[in-house]
């Protein structure tokens, strides 16, 4: 079983996520961290309950995501796994942070993609990977069936939805994402959010204002 440890991040509030397994092998998702005091708290957090990261992961490339990537790769020598249609993305990444007076050091290196249906591993758990655009061209949610949880990154947020006004963003395409991705997932599967709190797929059926339910 996986356990989920939450950090949040940057000036913009982005939620990093650690999962981890029984022998402390983690997956780390979406670094945020942007100061070096963020950076510090990522590494103690993982190394003061002996976690092993063996994966990074990127739901998408917007910088408040991306914003620790260079350091897990310098740190625990990971490289990012990100879906391809991100590409444009990430070269945008650092020119909009620097629109936003958020500079920071990219990562520059080789990129892992990952596809709509593959799978990948933590030791012996699996987490699904779902194509989920519409915030992002190449958003990527990783759902982990056996814990009943989704990494959703920004698609849907506890009685809201992502921003769709960035380059690439399109909002019809979004609220079809959640109603086919999102909300054909049992009721009780908790979302974990690129920003804010987690919340429920069934609360957010019946509640979230943005989304009808087909
Ligand atoms: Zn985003
Ligand atoms: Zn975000």
Redesign the pocket.
Known sequence: MLTVKTFTFNP?Q?NTYILYNENRDCVIIDPGCYFQEEREALQKGIESDGLKPVLLLNTHG?F??IFGNKFVFETWGLIPHIHEKEKPVLEMAEISSKKWDLPFDVYHGEMKYLQEGETVKIGDEQLECVFTPGHSPGSLSFYYPSGNFIIGG?VLFSGSVGRTDLPGGDYELLIQTIQLKFFTLPDDTKVYP??GPLTIIGYEKMNNPYVKLY
């Open positions: 913009v982005e917007h408040d995501h920004d690129g920003h």
